[in-house]
Nanobody, 123 residues
């Protein structure tokens, strides 16, 4: 099985910064992309950012462009989310996603989600 574990969430004042980490573990052969989504209690889960693990191509939601940066460490099957200039509207549970994950002993590609880490931005 594959497990994604997020860390780094917490409480920060508006304008501050946080850095989230997501480490994938298990019998992983390869991962296509890893990314971050977020969900506030009254909203649907929304896309934040994604990165291809092979080429490092990044994409961001318009709401976080210029403020958030995603990066990867392929050797550790880990992605990071550097969040700067945080706003109260960034408050949400942030979920890590790994897509197109190939594991042994199968040849299937599957998607996985972490349990989430709370980010709270106070005004």
């Amino acid at each position: 099985q594959v497990q994604l574990v997020e860390s780094g969430g917490g409480l920060v004042q508006a304008g501050g910064s946080l850095r989230l980490s997501c480490a994938a573990s298990g019998s992983i052969v390869s991962i296509n992309t890893m990314g971050w989504y977020r969900q506030a209690p009254w909203k649907q889960r929304e896309f934040v950012t994604i990165i291809s693990m092979s080429g490092g191509i990044r994409n961001y939601a318009n709401s976080v462009k210029g403020r958030f940066t995603i990066s990867r460490d392929n050797a550790k099957n880990t992605v990071y989310l550097q969040m700067d200039s945080l706003k109260p509207e960034d408050t949400a549970v942030y979920y890590c996603n790994a897509a197109g994950v190939r594991t042994t002993p199968t040849t299937k590609w599957s998607d996985y989600w972490g349990q989430g880490t709370q980010v709270t931005v106070s005004s």
